[in-house]
């Protein structure tokens, strides 16, 4: 849900589609004709996202938090937990899961000093005399979004391992009618390691015999599968995707005689409700939150001189993604600067920035680490980011930005192939980009940006975010060759507050912000590059000369 709660957009202050609010009509309706039998489960990642989230979790932290509040305003069920959740640190978790009036259930993440689950491994629901068990999990790769004391507090293991024994355990002990896999993980895919998969559904539901559905969600794509498991039964497996624009419905008729069930059909649907009218009721009640998310949206922290465009970070320096380095690099004096948009249809215009901007900048609430890498790993993590993100171009009409090959020739504008915030440039050295050299052989450093050399062998202090800096998007880990367990001990300092409220204070510090392009790095040769940029700019994201209008798929 990412804090989608109201049909309002706090950071773009505009009206948005699907939200908790509309939601809320479209079950109510639901309760009108099921009744009791309704059954409502969310699949985690509520208490980031909207700045309401961030307004509660930090600014308003001592009243209920807004996310338990919807919660308990629908009658949830049970939640399972999602990576953004535990992001906010044990403080904001904890309250969070003991203001909830429904389980929130993880059976694969345990308490590291214990070993025992940190929350309820499921839920049992019981309906007109039918027993339902509720299974919670979390992807495994949680840990490369957190960091420090959270980090070593929780341990987590893999999906598929853990349902299997847990389903055993509870249809022994349990003996239920029903039960629900509700996992905060994508299809498959993903961030990989020896230690964790990021997303297991897609296994987990063909792997272990037990499990009537799966409702799951963390890769925001809309999903309506049915798995076949290994026993021979079908699973229907649904996934909403994110921001509450649908919902995952699954429809259970049971048929039971004396303790016995005789009959079991299960049939899934994804439910678009991003036209529903909002509930009025649910408005009223969450209006004062609101309205008081609007007035801390609204206050001023800088001025800027001119709009910036995240999308031309695609292409070459830019205004937008050099704002953050140099911020970055301010904060910290730090060598080297590593960053990348969290999207590319984000634009701060000229004039006041204020709050809300801000979540623009960085939507998220991360630390600032400052990592020792030495040259040659700064190399090998901008080969592997260049490689997510350009295509290796043969002839001078190819693509220069690496385009996913499954929405060519349908009919529909292309999507990028890779998440654009694993598109990390680089501040504070020169170099260049060859889009005709394979994986390896990409990144050519010149030089660092103040004129001495830059040396392979050296060691540099290098500002990033705290999800590249624990892994995240394996650019430090696959890229770069660090082991996953040594990153922590690259960490020579990290802010006591979130990346955004760090390049917040150092910009209203500033007032006016006069961003422009650090013209540090470019796409070679230029006499291919520059045409394909001209090329996929118009073709591609409907940019004209002039404008700034991105594809909305992105």
């Given at each position: ?165 847990w389903v055993e355990s509870i249809r022994n002990e349990e003996h239920p009618d029903l039960i629900i896999g509700l996992f905060h993980s994508g299809w498959n895919g993903g961030t990989s390691t020896d230690l964790y998969d990021e997303n297991e559904v897609e296994r987990t539901a063909r792997d272990v015999p037990g499990l009537d559905a799966i409702f799951f969600g963390h890769d925001h794509v809309t999903r309506q599968e049915t798995i ?211 994986y390896g052989q990409k990144i050519k450093i010149k030089q660092m940006s103040d004129g001495k050399p830059f040396c392979e062998n050296r060691w540099y202090n290098v500002v990033t975010n705290s999800y590249r800096g624990n892994g995240g998007g394996d650019l430090l880990t696959k890229g770069a060759g660090i082991a996953v367990e040594s990153l922590q001990q690259r960490i020579v300092w990290q802010s006591d507050k979130g990346q955004r ?54």
């Amino acid at each position: 849900m990412h804090g989608c709660f109201m049909p309002y957009d706090f950071i773009e202050n505009k009206p948005a589609s699907g939200s908790l609010a509309r939601a809320c009509t479209y079950i109510n309706n639901m309760r009108k004709h099921y009744g009791n039998r309704l059954i409502l489960l969310d699949c985690g990642d509520m208490l980031q996202g909207q700045p309401i989230c961030h307004y509660f979790n930090s600014t308003k932290n001592g009243e209920m938090n807004i996310a338990s509040r919807a919660i308990n305003y629908l009658k949830f069920d049970a939640c399972a937990i999602g990576n953004h959740d535990l992001a906010t640190g044990n403080d904001v978790f904890d309250k969070w899961t003991r203001e909830c009036g429904c389980p929130i259930v993880a059976a694969n993440m345990t308490d590291s000093t214990t070993g025992k689950p940190y929350c309820p491994p499921y839920a049992i629901l019981e309906r007109e005399g039918i027993k339902i068990a509720v299974l919670g999990m979390v992807t495994s790769a949680a840990p490369l979004w957190l960091y420090g004391k959270l980090r070593n507090r929780l341990h987590f293991e893999s999906i598929t391992t853990v349902a299997a024994s847990w389903v055993e355990s509870i249809r022994n002990e349990e003996h239920p009618d029903l039960i629900i896999g509700l996992f905060h993980s994508g299809w498959n895919g993903g961030t990989s390691t020896d230690l964790y998969d990021e997303n297991e559904v897609e296994r987990t539901a063909r792997d272990v015999p037990g499990l009537d559905a799966i409702f799951f969600g963390h890769d925001h794509v809309t999903r309506q599968e049915t798995i076949t498991n290994k026993s021979g039964h079908k699973v229907p497996c649904l996934n909403p995707s994110c921001n509450a624009n649908s919902l995952a419905v699954a429809d259970v008729t049971i048929t039971k005689e004396g303790s016995s069930v005789v009959c079991k059909t299960i049939s899934g649907s994804i439910c678009d409700i991003k036209d529903e009218q909002p509930d009025l009721a649910f408005m009223e009640y969450f209006k004062e939150a609101a309205e008081e998310t609007i007035t801390y949206c609204s206050k001023r922290i800088a001025t800027i001189d001119k709009p910036i465009h995240a999308i031309d970070g695609l292409f070459g320096n830019a205004p937008f993604t050099d704002l953050i380095h140099n911020l970055q690099l301010a904060i910290t004096h730090a060598d080297i600067s590593l960053s990348a948009p969290l999207s590319a249809n984000i634009s701060i215009e000229k004039g006041l920035i204020c709050i809300r901007d801000m979540f623009k900048l960085y939507k998220y609430d991360d630390l600032l680490y400052v990592m020792r890498l030495n040259g040659m790993e700064i190399k090998a993590c901008l080969e592997m980011s260049y490689e997510l993100w350009t295509n290796t171009m043969t002839t001078p009409y190819d693509h220069i930005v690496l385009i996913a090959n499954d929405t060519e020739g349908h009919g529909s504008l292309p999507k990028l192939k890779n998440n654009i915030f694993n598109f990390d440039s680089a501040a504070g050295i020169d170099y260049e980009v060859d889009v005709t050299k394979p994986y390896g052989q990409k990144i050519k450093i010149k030089q660092m940006s103040d004129g001495k050399p830059f040396c392979e062998n050296r060691w540099y202090n290098v500002v990033t975010n705290s999800y590249r800096g624990n892994g995240g998007g394996d650019l430090l880990t696959k890229g770069a060759g660090i082991a996953v367990e040594s990153l922590q001990q690259r960490i020579v300092w990290q802010s006591d507050k979130g990346q955004r409220q760090c390049l917040m204070e150092q910009m209203s510090c500033s007032g006016t912000i006069a961003p422009k392009a650090n013209n540090n790095w470019k796409f070679v040769p230029e006499e291919w590059a520059d045409k394909a940029i001209a090329r996929d700019k118009a073709n591609i994201f409907r940019i004209n000369p002039g404008h700034h209008e991105a594809n909305k798929q992105l």
